[in-house]
Structure formats: structure tokens, C-alpha cells
């Protein structure tokens, strides 16, 4: 049995001390899930603004702070922890490995990413939300035209952004050094594939906007001069330091979700992924290049005619790979045993939505065109096809993928394809019309439109589209309602799939692998069942296993930066250091006492596995 001196928590305190990756992944999909609907929701408010000309809902400074919120909640709080959710999830499934390198930093990294969460969405209780646009642009956000709303975000994305980026350290070291005997590089799963290029982004980006906000900080808090032109600061700075990071930040966000659509269509096609090294390859070049495009962005800022040229034929070039994947992914259907399940009916609407998202990127990417395009409803359109139309396709893809290897349930795929339809056909409704909009004029951040402009129909349209993807979204939540109250009934392998995450129980088991498995080729699960056997063929005889303790002080830590934000934000910096305090202290303790873990014994593993 375990050893007695390890302390087994249970119930609220099982999951603020746990460093278990799969109970983890569950709290990034809660916490990235309720931030979510908190974005659906104040796009939903935009939009019944913007849903007949002149109305006057929430105009100025409210619409200025919802706008702000939705983009920023999107991103940084709900996107990036969905994917860090299935990261999670998968990862030390998919390579063998019994968890992630750090369990505690894993810990950590999420609690860190939902105390910057919290943080900025207490904005609105105290005095109003960030009012300066999600990219938070100087010298808006400057001291001199915001209030303390811009402080809420400066602060709530450092907190958040050490999360994520200590988070990408850890999959890169798991990935590096804890992949199962056999599992060469060349035979991971796809999705480990774009986690790994995901997390090296990370660990290049993240840095970029760390600077950008500390600065801003500086300007904001301690009367710095980066970007106060009258003390010979510089706004343009400002959008170099944001789109260095920002425009990585969509391949962040979009690799996962390559490496989701991936596995699905593989699994669904009965094929084997057509062209996998090629897309390995593709992979790598498009994280790569991601960082050779961010000033298209800035085409209009006047970087002069030498630079748009050379950022124009970068940005084009990067649509190279991504092509690549497109026509792997519909030659992997072709002529596969194709079974619409609703997690492939999503791979199957994100291929042509993304196509056309990708296209109307490589029109902006035109610098005479995108000086025309700039700023209007066109961009906006552009970049919901490429992160709703492909980064939250595949979230639900992969949800309804991975849900029983995560709930050991099924979701009720009549409820999955009635969200499918209603979601796939609002979202059409709501963007397509956008791309109209933005050529005719209409531009982006505004609150209102006068009648007669033309821009009435598409406004409304876009409205009811909007309203069909939350009647969508509460369908899905009904389906997580509905299975939730279900006892765990699904199989190991429901789906007949490829990798080495369906060789092990469903839910996975607290050790993941019983005996590490040995890995004998690209899709090694499918490859043992091709040769008759019912599971993976152990590179290890049974033996203890050891696992890592429970930790509280991830929790504490990260409340003490929480404490420490506030201290800035209200230039009262005693409450800064005793917050700072707070986290030296957990991180000496963490120090200074070793976690020596426990063992799970053979006997246990084999009560476990007589029980299952």
C-alpha cells in the first residue's frame, strides 16, 4: 500500500493541492471554460449593440470595456488554458510517460494563469474593466488616457503569462525526456508534435510581451517614460514588443489545434495520418516563420515600403505549410472508412472554415490591399475564421474526442451534433456577413453605425449568427449536464483509435501505465492491435511506482502575486511586498524541504487491475 506518512487529501482540498495532470487538465478546462462563456457573453453584448444602426445599449467607455474584455478573456483566458487542458490531458498519455517532468510547476503554471484571470475580471467591481483594446495599444493605455482598468490588465497578464510560460517549460522538458522506450521523435502522435512546437513558442514569445508589460507598469505606476512621447518615449515600441509576441500567440494558439484535427481525421478515416512527416516538417517551419511576420501588423504604421515588402512575402510564405496541412488532412479522408462522429464532424467543418480564413490572410498580407482593409470589419472577420473557425472547431473536436479518456463517459453525440449544426451554421452567419462590412467601410472598435450606410443587413445577420453560437454553446453545456450524472461506462478504446492513451483504462488511472509500454512504431497502439495483441507489450516488468505528493503552496504562491497586484494597482507597496513575500516564502519552503513522495506497491496495481 501507499506509505502512511503522505497525506491523501479529498474533496475542495484534493484539487487546490493536486499535481496530478489529469486532474490539472480538468482545472484549466473549468477555469478556460468559465472564462469562455465570460467572452461569449460580452460578445453577445457587442453584438446586440451593434445589431441595428444608432442604438444606444452600451456606447463609449461600457462598450470600450467590453470590447477590451472579450478580446483579452478570449485569448489569453480561455483559448490558451483550453489547449494547456488538453496538453494535459494527452501529452504523458500519447509518449508513454507516467507524468508530466515538474508536476508542481504544472501546478503552479495553473494556478498562476487563474489568479491573472480573476484579477483582471475583478476590474469590474472596482472601478471599471481595461478600456484600451485587447492589444492595449500605447499611448492609449498610457496613464494619461485610461484609468485604473489598463492597470487590472497589465498586471493580470504578467501574473497569467508566467503561468503559461513556465507551463511550455515543462511540456518541452516532458516531451524531451520522458517519452515511453522506442518513442522516437519520428513516431510521436502529431498532437505531442504541435504541443512541442507550441512550447518552444512559448518559451521564445512569452518574454516579448513580459517586457511590453513590465514597461508599461514602469510608465503606468513609477512615472516611466517608454512610451510618454513628451519624455522621448516611443509608441511604435510598444507594437514591435506586442506583435513579437502576438502573432506567435496565434500559432500558439493554432499548432494544438492542427495537432487535434489531426488525430481525429486519422482516427475517423481508419488511415493512418497520409504524409506524417510532411507534416511534422510543416510543423516546424511554420513555428519557425511565425516569427519572422509579426509586423504585418503595422503595415500602416509607416515602416516604409522596403520593410512592408520583405513582411508581406514572409506572411505569404507561411500559408506554404499551413497548405501542406490542408491537403494532408483531406488525403487522409480520402478514401478512408469515414464515420461521422460529432468529434469529426468538427475536423470536417474546421477544413474548409480555416481554408478561408487562411485565404482572406494572405489578402492582408498584400501591403497596398491591407491599407485598405486595415482596421475595418474585414480583419475582424479574418481572424474569427482562423481562431474560432479553427482553434475553437477543434477545442470541441477534441472535447468530444478525448471527453471519456478523460470522464471515462461518452458525450451524447445526438446533443453533439445538434451543437455542431447550430454552432458550424451561426458562426457563417456571423463572420461571412463581416467580410462585406469591412469592404464597405465599417470599422472595427466602434460602437454604433448611422442608418443608410448599407451596413444595416450584415449588422443584423451577424447578430442572429452570434445568438445561434450561444444556443449552440448551451447545448454543449446540457450534453456535459446530462453525461455528467452518468456512472463512467466507456471502454478503453471507444473509437477503435491509433495512439497509446486508448491502451489504458478509461478515466486514466492516477499512475497512467501500470508498466511502461514499448513502442514499436508511428500509431503504436494500432500497430500491437494489428498484430493480434489486446494491449501494449510492457518495456518494464511490474514494479513499485513512484509518484510525486500533493503540494498546497502552488495555491499559496500564486495568491500571493494575486496580493501583490493589487499592491501595485493601488501604489500601496507594502501590500505589493508582503504578497511578494508570501511567494519567496513558499518558494524557499519548497526549497528547503524535499518532496520524497510515495510508492504505489505491486499489490495495489494488482487489486487495481482484478477491480477494472
Not at 3 to 10: D, E, I, L, M, P
Not at 113 to 120: E, Q, S
Not at 184 to 189: A, D, G, L, S, V
Not at 339 to 354: E, H, K, V
Request: proline share 5%.
Amino acid at each position: 500500500m501507499a506509505h502512511a506518512h503522505v497525506k491523501r487529501y479529498s474533496g475542495i482540498m484534493d484539487w487546490l493541492t493536486t499535481v496530478d495532470h489529469k486532474k490539472i487538465a480538468i482545472l484549466y478546462f473549468t477555469a478556460g471554460g468559465f472564462f469562455f462563456l465570460l467572452g461569449g457573453l460580452e460578445a453577445l453584448l457587442i453584438r446586440l449593440q451593434l445589431m441595428y444602426p444608432d442604438q444606444h445599449l452600451f456606447v463609449g467607455d461600457t462598450y470600450n470595456q467590453i470590447l477590451t474584455m472579450h478580446g483579452t478573456t478570449m485569448i489569453f483566458l480561455a483559448a490558451m488554458p483550453l489547449l494547456f487542458g488538453f496538453m494535459n490531458a494527452v501529452v504523458p498519455l500519447q509518449i508513454g510517460a507516467r507524468d508530466v517532468a515538474f508536476p508542481f510547476v504544472n501546478s503552479l503554471g495553473f494556478w498562476l494563469f487563474f489568479a491573472g484571470g480573476v484579477l483582471m475580471n475583478t476590474s469590474w467591481f472596482l472601478g471599471g474593466a481595461p478600456d484600451a483594446g485587447w492589444t492595449g495599444y500605447a499611448p492609449l493605455s498610457t496613464d494619461a488616457y485610461t484609468g485604473r482598468g489598463t492597470d487590472f490588465y497589465v498586471l493580470g497578464l504578467q501574473i497569467a503569462g508566467i503561468g503559461t510560460l513556465i507551463g511550455g517549460i515543462n511540456f518541452l522538458v516532458t516531451i524531451v525526456n520522458m517519452r515511453a522506450p522506442g518513442m522516437t521523435f519520428m513516431r510521436m502522435p502529431l498532437f505531442t508534435w504541435t504541443s512541442f512546437i507550441t512550447s518552444t513558442i512559448i518559451l521564445f514569445a512569452f518574454p516579448a510581451i513580459t517586457v511590453g508589460l513590465v514597461e508599461l507598469m514602469f510608465d503606468r505606476i513609477f512615472n516611466g517614460n517608454f512610451f510618454e512621447v513628451s519624455k522621448g518615449g516611443n509608441v511604435v515600441l510598444w507594437q514591435h514588443l506586442f506583435w513579437i509576441f502576438g502573432h506567435p500567440e496565434v500559432y500558439i494558439l493554432i499548432l494544438p489545434a492542427f495537432g487535434i484535427i489531426s488525430e481525429v481525421v486519422s482516427t475517423f478515416s481508419k488511415k493512418r495520418l497520409f504524409g506524417y512527416s510532411s507534416m511534422v516538417f510543416a510543423t516546424i517551419l511554420i513555428g519557425f516563420l511565425s516569427f519572422m511576420v509579426w509586423a504585418h501588423h503595422m503595415f500602416t504604421v509607416g515602416m516604409g515600403p522596403v520593410a512592408n515588402a520583405i513582411f508581406g512575402i514572409a506572411t505569404m510564405t507561411i500559408a506554404v505549410p499551413t497548405g501542406v496541412k490542408i491537403f494532408n488532412w483531406l488525403f487522409t479522408l480520402w478514401g478512408g472508412q469515414i464515420r461521422f462522429t460529432t468529434a469529426n464532424l468538427w475536423a470536417i467543418g474546421f477544413i474548409p472554415t480555416f481554408v478561408i480564413g487562411g485565404m482572406t490572410g494572405v489578402m492582408l498580407a498584400v501591403p497596398p490591399a491591407d491599407y485598405q482593409y486595415h482596421d475595418s470589419y474585414f480583419v475582424i472577420a479574418h481572424f474569427h475564421y482562423v481562431i474560432v473557425g479553427g482553434l475553437i472547431f477543434s477545442v470541441f473536436a477534441g472535447l468530444y474526442y478525448w471527453w471519456p479518456k478523460m470522464f471515462g463517459r461518452l458525450l451524447n453525440e445526438g446533443l453533439g451534433k445538434l451543437h455542431f449544426w447550430t454552432f458550424f451554421i451561426g458562426f457563417h452567419l456571423c463572420f461571412f456577413p463581416q467580410h462585406f462590412l469591412g469592404l464597405m467601410g465599417m470599422p472595427r472598435r466602434y460602437f454604433t453605425f448611422m442608418p443608410g450606410e448599407g451596413l444595416d443587413e450584415g449588422n443584423f445577420l451577424s447578430t442572429i449568427g452570434a445568438l445561434l453560437m450561444g444556443v449552440g454553446t448551451i447545448v454543449l453545456l446540457v450534453n456535459i449536464v446530462a453525461t455528467s450524472v452518468k456512472k463512467p461506462h466507456a471502454a478503453a478504446d471507444p473509437w477503435d483509435a491509433r495512439t497509446l492513451e486508448w491502451s489504458i483504462p478509461s478515466p486514466a488511472p492516477e499512475y497512467n501505465f501500470k508498466q511502461t509500454p514499448l513502442v514499436r512504431g508511428l500509431d503504436a497502439f494500432w500497430k500491437e492491435k494489428m498484430a493480434g495483441n489486446k494491449e501494449m507489450t510492457p518495456a518494464e516488468p511490474l514494479g513499485p511506482i513512484h509518484m510525486p505528493s500533493p503540494s498546497i503552496l502552488p495555491f499559496i504562491m500564486s495568491i500571493g502575486l494575486f496580493i501583490a497586484g493589487y499592491g501595485f494597482m493601488y501604489r500601496t507597496f507594502v501590500v505589493s511586498i508582503i504578497g511578494i513575500g508570501i511567494t519567496l516564502i513558499c518558494m524557499l519552503l519548497r526549497s528547503v524541504f524535499d518532496d520524497h513522495g510515495f510508492h504505489i506497491e505491486v499489490e495495489e496495481l494488482q487489486d487495481k487491475g482484478a477491480k477494472a
